[in-house]
């Protein structure tokens, strides 16, 4: 395996694209008041002091283990802004005492009975991509030691039900590798988060992640059939079927849980016949909210475009979508079998009765007799994807970069938009820039997402994000917004997590924790904080 960064996104050596670095830091140098400092050397794991593990070598499971100080770093933090704040100054301050490796299902059973008998704390860890604090080895003084479990090697397609269009991967596997898997029978997931690359169908599966597309198939949750896991009470493996009415669904106890009640080992999955036919156009609008009620018309025609994304100024500049002062909604139609004009000239009715403009020459129409294309085809899909490696160069160069998401029914977004960035104005940033976007969109309401860019406070850069995300989520909250649409909970949302959920629920999942858990070894503070 290539060695991954212990201080940002990907693997060594992978940095960004020179030619959008030098767009960004001339662009950055105009709005901040002048050019960034000189970036910050990465560390290098021989430079981090990483403590003694307190992990005995006499135990059953130290075949499973991996204890070099890179590895350990590695899974030391997830990929927040704030992870990567302390990373790059070298700060780790939740080590775990070592990587478990697991290669089977038995193996993890070994793991959760000896942790459960020694109180070491089992943190799973799939491509460590998280921004909530779900990967961080925080788990208090009351644990023996904590581990860190890479379920990297419970990987690969294991069966594949081509009549039902479905298939069974474990829990491991990489998104590319995953796809990669799917293409030679033409099909496919057809689900890309903006950590695609790097992150796993367990981890997603876990945090209910969200992926690229606008409509319909929004969330992983509507792409999971059934589930395998390995809980410290036993295995369980829930049914595969096309729906029932049998009581609550077993696998959506799973589906979210981040591994506060155990190891999601292999998930059976719905796929989609690979993508021929595409159309797709720019519509730019005069204000941002004109471009609302047109998304909002537009989903609630009936249509489904597979990406209905609407950028405001700040943002298509960010993302080479567009000019500073665009307001864009990038819309998209495919489909395996037909051709898909038709349904784009609807929606360009639809939206541009509501105020749209469709400039000469926005439109595309596209034939892949292949079905090759891949998800990062367009600029802006790429630009999603490298976005994370952009944002690393700029952390080292003292720029504070963060980003907030949220969803809430279409009455409140106007309220939920003005109260996010009154919010931010009141924190007294100095020059910043606040970019909207609306990345999936439903009938009854849409998933604003906010990005922050500002000058990093030199020495309080965690006191900083604390501020900034206190804020921000609390303004959400408030107007009616989720804490979180797609970036889960993990150990940072809790405390807002805790204000929109009912006391009895969380009482609830604490049984179900305490049955399926009873030493509570299992990630400690994800989800549920600790008491």
């Known amino acids: 395996m290539r060695p991954r960064k212990i201080w940002g ?21 105009a709005l901040l008041g002048g050019p960034a400092p000189g ?62 490796v697991p290669r089977s299902e038995d193996d993890l059973v070994q793991l959760c009975e000896i942790a459960s008998a020694r109180q070491i704390a089992l943190v799973p860890f799939g491509g460590g991509t998280s921004v909530a604090g779900g990967v961080e080895p925080e788990v208090g003084s009351r644990f023996s030691a904590a581990l860190s479990v890479d379920l990297r090697a419970m990987s690969g397609l294991l069966e594949l039900d081509e009549q039902s269009l479905a298939a069974r991967f474990g829990a491991g596997t990489l998104g590319p590798d995953l796809e990669a898997a799917l293409r030679p029978k033409g099909l496919t997931l057809r689900h890309f988060p903006q950590s695609f690359e790097l992150s796993t169908l367990g981890g997603w599966v876990a945090t209910r992640a969200g992926g690229h597309f606008a409509t319909v198939y929004t969330h992983i949750d509507d792409l999971v059939e059934s589930v395998s896991v390995v809980t410290p009470a036993g295995k369980l493996e829930t049914r595969r079927l096309p729906g029932s009415g049998a009581g609550p669904a077993p696998e959506r106890l799973f589906i979210g849980s981040e591994g506060a009640f155990g190891f999601i080992t292999s998930a059976w999955v719905r796929l989609f016949e690979r993508p021929r036919h595409r159309a797709s156009a720019t519509v730019s609008f005069e204000r941002f909210e004109v471009g609302l009620e047109a998304l909002r018309r537009l989903v609630q025609s009936g249509l489904s475009p597979s990406n209905c994304r609407l950028i405001d100024g700040a943002e298509a500049i960010m993302s080479g979508a567009g000019a500073f002062d665009a307001n864009l909604l990038l819309l998209a139609f495919e489909s395996a079998h037909h051709p898909q004009d038709g349904l ?10 509501a105020g749209g403009v469709v400039a000469e020459g926005a439109v595309q129409s596209t034939f892949d007799a292949s079905g090759g294309r891949d998800a ?16 690393d160069e700029l952390v080292l160069r003292g720029v504070f970069v963060e980003t907030y998401e949220t969803a809430a029914p279409w009455a409140m977004i106007p309220a939920l938009d003005e109260a996010v960035r009154r919010a931010v104005a009141a924190l007294e940033l100095g ?22 860019i500002a000058r990093a406070r030199e020495g309080a850069e965690e006191a900083m994000w604390r501020d900034v995300k206190a804020a921000i989520t609390d303004a959400i909250v408030a107007a009616g917004g989720t804490s979180t649409h797609h970036h889960a909970i993990g150990r940072d949302v809790v405390p807002w997590h805790e204000k929109e959920t009912a006391p009895l629920f969380r009482e609830g999942l604490r049984a179900v924790k305490a049955t399926l858990d009873p030493a509570g070894v299992m990630n400690p503070g994800a989800l549920l904080r600790e008491r």
């Open 431 to 452: 020059p910043h820039l606040l970019a909207r976007r609306v990345t999936h969109a439903y009938r009854d309401g849409c998933a604003p997402y906010y990005t922050v």
């Open 9 to 29: 996104w990907g693997y060594e050596g992978e940095r960004a694209d020179p030619r959008a670095l030098a767009f960004a830091e001339a662009s950055l140098s």
């Open 344 to 353: 784009l000239a609807q929606a360009l009715g639809v939206v541009k009765d």
């Open 39 to 100: 970036p910050l050397a990465p560390p290098s794991a021989d430079a981090v002091p990483v403590p003694a593990s307190r992990m005995p070598e006499s135990t059953p499971i130290e075949r499973l283990l991996e204890r070099s100080s890179h590895e350990r770093l590695v899974h030391a933090l997830g990929r927040s802004y704030r992870d990567l704040a302390r990373a790059v100054r070298g700060v780790f301050p939740h080590v775990p005492d070592a990587v478990a």
């Open 376 to 391: 990062t085809a367009d600029t802006y899909k790429a630009s999603f994807f490298r976005g994370p490696y952009l944002r």
